[in-house]
Each structure stands twice: as structure tokens, then as C-alpha cells.
């Protein structure tokens, strides 16, 4: 993996910050990243699944170009 100076500056004074070594921050941001697309992914497709349902409760809320019907809102 390579870094400029600037970048290698940054990432070991976010290292010592967090009281790590450099291996182990390196690490540790790349398991950060792999659970935060998953958190991502679960969320999106959990408010895919009620979006339906959101939409009906909220008829008024939904923008027209997204409304099923095509209606406008009264």
C-alpha cells in the first residue's frame, strides 16, 4: 500500500490518536468499512420493504412523480 508523505503523515496521526499501531488501525478501518456497507445494505433493503407501507400512511407526503396512481395530492 502506498501513501504520499502528506497521507502517511494523516494516517499515523490518526493511529496514535486512536492509541493503535499503524498495522492495526489499517486493519481495523478496513473491517469498519466492510460493517458500515453492511449496515448500509441491511437498512436500504429493510426500508425498501416498508416503503409500500409508508406510502399509504403518508399518501400527502409522497412526491407526485412517485406516486403509483400518478395523482396529484388534493
Do not use: C, I, N
Amino acid at each position: 500500500m502506498s501513501f504520499t508523505d502528506e497521507e502517511l503523515e494523516g494516517v499515523r496521526a490518526a493511529a496514535a490518536a486512536e492509541g493503535k499501531s499503524l498495522k492495526q488501525y489499517l486493519h481495523d478501518l478496513g473491517v469498519r468499512e466492510m460493517q458500515r456497507k453492511q449496515f448500509v445494505a441491511g437498512a436500504t433493503a429493510w426500508a425498501d420493504r416498508l416503503r409500500r407501507e409508508f406510502d399509504d400512511a403518508f399518501a400527502d407526503e409522497v412526491p407526485p412523480s412517485e406516486r403509483r396512481d400518478g395523482a396529484a395530492a388534493a
